[in-house]
């Protein structure tokens, strides 16, 4: 395994394990409120340091960013956190939430970690090595037809714009799917992907620390990752659009016409 992935898992599973104790006092917990719908806990800030900490005993010339504290260092090494994913969810007891860690070499995403601390599921990827799960080589889905086809989603928040273009989405692809799925932790729906749990998802408005480690995985799992316009700039827009090639491609033409007729 390559060492900058090991010290990644370390550090996912550290979190993992401060935020499984701290269920039980979720009553007890700190919370405030960033934005409308999105929360940020004393669990999270505290995830975050203990993350950051062991990256930085192991590496400490290299670059954070990290959705609580933001970014630090010059190094062409950064690596990307979110430290809690899904905290809404964690708030209520939800069981969906994970801790999400990637690393980018310049604009190369090199290592991948979601670790789900509930069911102990660590989904892991190195480029150009593969993806895995609990050491198990996952594959995104061969599903050819969007008929039988199981997605994921999640609801735009604090953006009344976006919530008008995501709704015109659902309408047109909730009739021609087996179902749609809002769990409520971006980086597992990704996870979800790429093992083939879920057959594609699409979101808008998400951020990196929500998208690079998932994005990595799907990528080691043969799936194929754009924005929701079938661009590349998905990690600034965070519009994002992810599935095998074959659906992807229906997916892009489905969801041009969408956005145009709804309009
Ligand atoms: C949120 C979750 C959710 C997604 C939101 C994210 P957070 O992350 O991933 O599924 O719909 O856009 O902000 O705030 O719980 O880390
Ligand atoms: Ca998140
Ligand atoms: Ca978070």
């Known amino acids: 395994m390559h060492p900058m992935l090991n010290i990644g898992i370390r550090a996912a599973r550290a979190a993992g394990e401060l935020i499984v104790r701290n ?149 047109t692809l909730f009739p021609i799917t087996a179902g749609i799925r809002r769990a409520g932790a971006a980086s597992l729906d990704l996870a979800y992907v790429a093992s083939g749990r879920l057959d594609g998802f699409w979101e808008f408005g998400l951020k990196p620390w929500d998208l690079a480690a998932g994005t990595l995985l799907i990528q080691e799992a043969g799936g194929i990752v754009t924005s929701v316009n079938n661009g590349a700039d998905y990690m600034k827009s965070g519009n994002v659009l992810t599935a095998n090639a074959k659906l992807h491609e229906e997916l892009v033409k489905i969801l041009a016409t969408a956005m145009i007729e709804n309009k």
């Open 23 to 171: 269920m039980d006092q979720v009553t007890d917990i700190q919370i405030s409120e960033k934005g409308l719908h999105d929360y940020v806990s004393e669990v999270d800030r505290k995830a975050e340091a203990l993350i950051i900490d062991t990256i930085l005993k192991a590496y400490p010339r290299h670059s954070i960013l990290a959705e609580e504290s933001g970014h630090s260092g010059t190094s062409d090494y950064q690596w990307i956190i979110d430290p809690l994913d899904g905290t809404t969810n964690f708030l209520h007891g939800f069981p969906q939430f994970a801790v999400s860690i990637a690393l980018k070499h310049g604009d190369t995403l090199e290592q991948a970690v979601i670790y789900d601390p509930l069911r102990q599921e660590l989904f892991t990827a190195t480029r150009g090595s593969g993806a895995y799960m609990n050491n198990r080589r996952v594959r995104v889905s061969k599903r050819k037809e969007l008929g039988g086809a199981l997605l994921g989603t999640g609801f735009p928040f604090g953006n009344s714009f976006k919530l008008e273009v995501f709704i015109n989405t659902f309408r």
